[in-house]
């Protein structure tokens, strides 16, 4: 078990130690950077707890032939995210190496996706759904002639890379469907699933991004983990640990996931990406090539806004202390230019043109990952961690009135600077 998950051996095997000792809880928190398979591994734990077996990933049983297509009747997948550049990247796989693996990587990718759109996530909001629900139904149809299944029906692999390619319009239409923050009515929809009996052994639910919960979804989930039923697994993932509230934090066991490096990134990117001759240096560089140039823009700017909060909030204490934060401040423009860029090159966060509607909570994520690595530097301590704490609080603070009250983006984000630079101030007011 376990073995298609490269480059995380120590959160692996206290997974499976858990597992082979019927020792694993309720309620789990897989944690780390972006692209440390923290998804991947909740998916294989799923199929883990439903192999009838022993769990090996070829295993031909009926549960884990479902699983690894990610048709399963007892998983349910929910959270914001980017499915864009992993898209891109299976596209690209079945034209530069077909094969059954290319195909299964584009069919999960593509999954993954349709899977945020199941009924039992939508019970009493179908009208929320109705809109996806032509779009759902073509990607279903094209991941079925992408799928490894197909090929008993003379499917070859160049029909199969142009079915790919048509998809890609498709799923980026149904990605600017998903909510910006899981809702409410979603969390509430999975726990009347959850409670329900399971089609095999266990049901699994991962809830992506756990961090950009509104008030009502984290209160909701909350109190089905205080009360989990004993059929059902609950994997939430992040990679702010420090952005998710203590009373969730104390119900779950933790698992940590770290950045691949060197030879376990070249490992991926040879195994799990066919990409042997990349020249790549990390997991994050490659998929970086296949990121639009809207979102590395976005990225770019997050990182400017980020270090001139920093900029400011050192000018008002007094300075950083801590290496890594002191020259990530001495880098700042002013907060109110840095902000101006942003507006101007993303059309004032969509409001100006819809292609760019999703900025804002892209924005506000790529800021946080740009004070989460600083915590990776030499030299970073509890001055750094404070920075990023205070930063996730405040952009989910901030996401929460983007997301509820439908306020201004480029107001939030200059209320978010002024909160961040006053250490007296614990919201965006």
Same mark, same amino acid.
């Given at each position: 078990m376990f073995e298609n998950i490269l480059g995380q051996s120590e959160a692996c095997a206290r997974i499976g130690s858990d597992v082979e000792r019927?020792?694993?809880?309720?309620?789990?928190?897989?944690?780390?950077?972006?692209?440390?398979?923290?998804?991947?591994?909740?998916?294989?734990?799923?199929?883990?707890?439903?192999?009838?077996?022993?769990?090996?990933?070829?295993?031909?049983?009926?549960?884990?032939?479902?699983?690894?297509?990610?048709?399963?009747?007892?998983?349910?997948?929910?959270?914001?995210?980017?499915?864009?550049e992993e898209l891109a990247i299976g596209a690209s796989m079945l034209e530069t190496s077909p094969g059954p693996a290319s195909r299964y990587f584009f069919v999960r990718a593509a999954r993954k996706l349709a899977r945020r759109f199941d009924r039992e996530l939508y019970e009493g909001e179908e009208g929320r759904l109705s809109k996806a629900l032509p779009l759902v139904r073509s990607l279903l149809e094209g991941i079925d002639a992408c799928s490894p299944q197909t090929a008993s029906r003379q499917i070859d692999d160049a029909t199969a890379s142009r079915e790919a390619t048509?998809?890609?319009?498709?799923?980026?239409k149904l990605e600017d469907m998903l909510p910006a923050s899981t809702p409410v009515f979603q969390i509430r929809a999975m726990e009347f699933w959850a409670r329900l009996a399971p089609f095999g052994k266990r049901k699994t639910i991962i809830v992506e991004h756990a961090d950009r919960m509104l008030?009502?979804?984290?209160?909701?989930?909350?109190?089905?983990?205080?009360?989990?039923?004993?059929?059902?697994?609950?994997?939430?993932?992040?990679?702010?640990?420090?952005a998710i509230i203590p009373t969730i934090l104390s119900r779950v066991r933790r698992y940590r996931f770290v950045q691949r490096?060197? *030879?376990? /990134?070249? #490992?991926?990117?040879? %195994?799990?990406?066919?990409?042997?001759?990349?020249? +790549? $240096?990390?997991?994050?560089?490659?998929v970086a090539r296949f990121r639009s140039a809207a979102s590395n823009a976005t990225t770019e700017l997050a990182r400017e806004y980020a270090a001139a909060l920093a900029a400011a909030a050192g000018r008002r204490g007094g300075g950083f202390n801590e290496a890594p934060l002191a020259a990530f401040a001495a880098s700042g423009?002013?907060?109110?230019?840095?902000?101006?860029?942003?507006?101007?090159?993303?059309?004032?966060?969509?409001?100006?043109?819809?292609?760019?509607?999703?900025?804002?909570?892209?924005?506000?994520?790529?800021?946080?990952?740009?004070?989460?690595?600083?915590?990776?530097?030499?030299?970073?301590?509890?001055?750094?961690?404070?920075?990023?704490?205070?930063?996730? *609080?405040? /952009?989910? #603070?901030?996401?929460? %009135?983007?997301?509820?009250?439908?306020?201004?983006? +480029? $107001?939030?984000?200059?209320?978010?600077?002024?909160?961040?630079?006053?250490?007296?101030?614990?919201?965006?007011?």
């Open positions: 019927e020792e694993l809880p309720g309620s789990l928190l897989f944690e780390g950077p972006p692209l440390s398979a923290k998804l991947s591994a909740a998916l294989e734990l799923a199929r883990v707890l439903s192999c009838e077996r022993g769990a090996a990933w070829n295993c031909p049983c009926p549960q884990c032939a479902r699983h690894r297509i990610l048709v399963h009747q007892d998983i349910l997948l929910l959270g914001p995210k980017s499915f864009r048509k998809l890609l319009p498709v799923c980026t008030d009502g979804a984290r209160n909701a989930l909350l109190k089905i983990l205080e009360e989990p039923p004993t059929h059902a697994v609950f994997v939430l993932t992040t990679s702010r640990r420090q490096t060197g *030879s376990e /990134a070249a #490992d991926v990117l040879e %195994r799990i990406f066919k990409a042997r001759q990349s020249g +790549a $240096a990390s997991v994050t560089d490659y423009i002013d907060v109110r230019t840095a902000i101006a860029r942003t507006v101007s090159a993303t059309s004032n966060f969509g409001s100006g043109d819809e292609t760019n509607a999703w900025t804002f909570p892209a924005f506000l994520d790529a800021a946080g990952t740009a004070f989460s690595s600083l915590l990776r530097e030499d030299g970073a301590g509890i001055e750094t961690q404070r920075a990023a704490e205070r930063y996730a *609080s405040l /952009a989910r #603070d901030a996401m929460i %009135r983007y997301s509820s009250y439908n306020l201004q983006p +480029a $107001a939030l984000a200059e209320r978010l600077a002024d909160s961040f630079a006053d250490p007296a101030v614990d919201s965006l007011v």
